[in-house]
């Protein structure tokens, strides 16, 4: 009993610590990167006492991103607007997080491992209702940034607040319409019986990974997430030409910073979504539980490593999508309020709804 | 669902449901009514309607209540003034409504069968895949005719939302605009209000 206890909160802490380390090197490479991607030097001021200079190494701006600007903010002052709603400008930051962090709790990062006599899956929750779940969660983490708008008594804000709402709510259904033809494909609501699907081949070579038979809901899944995670080119909530700094702009330090972790924190969410539901979240091509197969030749690897090579994997999929999020962000500039509008009533919702139809088919030709 | 689970989320859920009828500020209310929601979702989810809950949460506390908050916005409510002449009726009106809810519930109560007489319910109870089954065959004609019910009140609020003198100058492109940017957006220009303006 209590050894079951201590892996149930280490599946969960683990995953959280991932998840905010994560977030913060995202942080780290949105500010690093985006001077590069503009030709600028980016931070590159603070230091350990010298140390890395000292060293001879150039300055990565990892001192400035990760520790300076965290103390920075947390020990500035704590500023709340005249009139303000008090007691909600201090919970919108934490309602804005909280949703996000959780959905993580049934997102696998690897195969099922035995430790004394336990087996598990590498996931924190293995829900049989994970895509639920998940919905559930990016469905209330509406509130946060609607209330941080509201309860600001600042109009920008309350404008940036509305606009968050409406955005959140109108791509949820383009991004429910990708997941539901996806779940049509694979028959289950569990994450991890879905990436257990995609182990195996096609044709003897191609990985059985759902880029190849859901296309289209891969780029409904990555465009909406985006939308959801209201960064640029979908940043109208925040639009700082517009509002200000939107539904934020009242926020200061701490709270502030909270915000911005929630923001990278869906990237992450983002993109360990489109990984796990496209790109076979752990599994690793070509690698099955007792080692490599491919045209016929065979490397036999010990189980263990097996696992270890998909955590890899997993994590290596993941950062790539949220460095492609991040390029995206610093390449496209934003669209204007009826553009986005259009965009994803005109054309998410129609084009997802074309392909729920299309999967059912399919469906049921293939089962009959 | 363990009895101490339950005793929290029930204290939980009448705590938070007073909340919302003894609250002035509006939005504390809907918050309040959101926690009530997302509270009974998880006793769903605990008592085995995994699927009722999941969308409970989803449907309600992430759609439905975000509009009720877009309408306390829109129309500017503030926290309410106590007194006023309607004061007096609604009062009135409150106590008949209540009486007759707790007379329906203590009915339910008396009547409701013991818990060890019940049958426990089959193993794939309030799994998505019995409640499709049963939404697909028993009930297909409901459902259906519930989501042509849904798909006209779409096209009624499009259409209501459009603008009259809009609809014969501009393309249909323009003139439908989605339900959820109604509102907070404002309606296609038409010539007539540019010429108004600049006049």
């Known amino acids: 009993m209590l050894i079951e206890l201590a892996i149930a909160a280490i599946r969960a802490i683990v995953m959280l610590l991932l998840v905010l380390n994560l977030s913060a090197i995202l942080l780290w490479f949105e500010r690093k990167g985006s001077a590069l991607i503009q030709d600028r030097i980016g931070a590159n001021r603070a230091s350990v006492l010298g140390l890395g200079s000292r060293l001879g190494l150039p300055n990565f701006g990892l001192v400035n991103t990760l520790l300076a600007d965290p103390i920075k903010m947390f020990t500035k002052e704590d500023f709340v607007p005249d009139g303000a709603d008090h007691f909600l400008h201090g919970l919108a930051p934490f309602l804005a997080l909280f949703p996000v962090l959780v959905a993580f709790a049934v997102v696998p990062i690897g195969d099922s491992v035995t430790i004394a006599?336990?087996?598990?899956?590498?996931?924190?929750?293995?829900?049989?209702?994970?895509?639920l779940y998940i919905l559930a969660a990016i469905g209330i983490g509406v509130?946060?940034?609607?209330?941080?708008?509201?309860?600001?008594?600042?109009?920008?804000?309350?404008?940036?607040?509305?606009?968050?709402?409406?955005?959140?709510?109108?791509?949820?259904?383009?991004?429910?319409?990708?997941?539901?033809?996806?779940?049509?494909?694979?028959?289950?609501?569990?994450?991890?019986?879905?990436?257990?699907?995609?182990?195996?081949?096609?044709?003897?070579?191609?990985?059985?990974?759902?880029?190849?038979?859901?296309?289209?809901?891969?780029?409904?899944?990555?465009?909406?997430?985006?939308?959801?995670?209201?960064?640029?080119?979908?940043?109208?909530?925040?639009?700082?030409?517009?509002?200000?700094?939107?539904?934020?702009?009242?926020?200061?330090?701490?709270?502030?910073?909270?915000?911005?972790?929630?923001?990278?924190?869906?990237?992450?969410?983002?993109?360990?979504?489109?990984?796990?539901?496209?790109?076979?979240?752990?599994?690793?091509?070509?690698?099955?539980?007792?080692?490599?197969?491919?045209?016929?030749?065979?490397?036999?690897?010990?189980?263990?490593?097996?696992?270890?090579?998909?955590?890899?994997?997993?994590?290596?999929?993941?950062?790539?999508?949220?460095?492609?999020?991040?390029?995206?962000?610093?390449?496209?500039?934003?669209?204007?309020?009826?553009?986005?509008?259009?965009?994803?009533?005109?054309?998410?919702?129609?084009?997802?709804?074309?392909?729920?139809?299309?999967?059912?088919?399919?469906?049921?030709?293939?089962?009959? | 669902m363990p009895l101490g689970l339950f005793i929290f989320l029930a204290a939980i859920a009448v705590l938070s449901a007073l909340g919302v009828i003894l609250q002035r500020n509006p939005v504390h209310c809907l918050l309040a009514l959101v926690l009530t929601l997302l509270d009974m979702a998880v006793m769903f989810i605990g008592l085995g309607a995994v699927t009722v809950g999941f969308l409970q949460a989803i449907v309600y506390v992430g759609a439905i209540m975000v509009l009720f908050l877009f309408v306390i916005w829109l129309l500017n409510l503030q926290a309410e003034d106590r007194g006023g002449s309607r004061q007096l009726a609604l009062k009135f009106f409150g106590v008949v409504g209540a009486a007759v809810l707790i007379a329906e519930l203590f009915v339910f109560l008396v009547k409701a069968p013991s818990p060890a007489g019940m049958n426990h319910p089959p193993p794939l109870f309030g799994s998505i895949a019995s409640l499709a089954g049963a939404l697909f065959t028993n009930y297909l004609i409901a459902f259906e005719a519930t989501s042509l019910l849904l798909l006209v009140a779409v096209i009624g609020a499009v259409a209501l939302a459009r603008h009259p003198a809009a609809a014969g100058s501009l393309s249909p492109a323009q003139g439908a605009q989605p339900v959820a940017s109604g509102g907070s957006e404002a309606r296609p220009v038409t010539p007539e209000h540019k010429a108004g303006g600049m006049g």
């Open chain 1, 117 to 131: 006599g336990h087996s598990f899956d590498l996931v924190p929750a293995n829900l049989n209702d994970g895509v």
């Open chain 1, 143 to 368: 509130y946060g940034t609607a209330l941080g708008g509201w309860a600001s008594n600042n109009r920008w804000a309350l404008l940036g607040g509305i606009r968050a709402s409406a955005q959140m709510i109108s791509y949820e259904i383009a991004m429910g319409l990708a997941i539901v033809a996806l779940i049509a494909t694979y028959g289950t609501l569990s994450l991890q019986t879905i990436v257990r699907e995609q182990g195996g081949v096609w044709f003897g070579l191609l990985p059985r990974w759902g880029i190849f038979i859901q296309p289209v809901a891969c780029l409904l899944l990555l465009t909406a997430g985006m939308a959801e995670s209201k960064r640029v080119p979908f940043d109208l909530p925040e639009s700082e030409s517009e509002l200000i700094a939107g539904y934020y702009t009242e926020y200061s330090g701490g709270k502030q910073a909270v915000f911005m972790l929630t923001d990278f924190a869906e990237v992450a969410l983002v993109a360990m979504l489109v990984t796990t539901f496209f790109f076979g979240g752990w599994q690793v091509p070509w690698l099955y539980r007792d080692g490599f197969h491919l045209a016929g030749a065979f490397v036999a690897l010990p189980y263990w490593a097996v696992v270890v090579m998909g955590v890899i994997s997993f994590w290596i999929k993941t950062v790539f999508f949220c460095c492609l999020q991040i390029l995206i962000r610093w390449t496209l500039p934003r669209f204007r309020y009826d553009q986005l509008m259009r965009f994803g009533w005109k054309l998410l919702v129609p084009v997802g709804l074309l392909n729920l139809v299309a999967t059912a088919i399919v469906v049921v030709l293939a089962g009959s």
